[in-house]
């Protein structure tokens, strides 16, 4: 059974919106930290977003005023709120929990017109 669960991917034209989520399966989710990462075709796999267990937010330069990361720990959730897209964000996103080095599958995002 995966641990950690994205959704929310797709198609999108530049300059729209996707909100992804991640579902963190864990019966304690509140403590942990979250981490978006992305990988673009024939790149290495980077650091979008980060969230603490205290709501503490930092941003890759690229997306920062673009893209918003939140948490519901009632929900078990983390989201990442993406406007302005742009085809560089084109990419598999990833959730990651650095205390259990768990992964999810990915959720493609893609960005074109």
């Known amino acids: 059974q995966e641990q950690l669960v994205e959704s929310g991917g797709g198609l999108v034209q530049p300059g729209g919106s996707l909100r992804l989520s991640c579902q963190y399966f864990?019966?304690?989710?509140?403590?942990?930290?979250i981490a978006w990462y992305r990988q673009a075709p024939g790149k290495q796999r980077e650091l979008v977003a980060t969230?603490?267990?205290?709501?503490?937010?930092n941003y890759t330069d690229s997306v920062k005023g673009r893209f918003t990361i939140s948490r519901e720990n009632w929900a078990n959730a983390v989201y990442l709120q993406m406007n302005s897209l742009q085809p560089e964000d084109t990419a598999v996103y990833y959730c990651?929990?650095?205390?259990?080095?768990?992964w999810g599958p990915g959720t493609q995002v893609t960005v074109s017109s």
């Open positions: 990651f929990a650095p205390l259990t080095q768990d």
């Open positions: 864990r019966t304690v989710f509140r403590i942990y930290t």
């Open positions: 969230i603490t267990s205290t709501g503490t937010t």
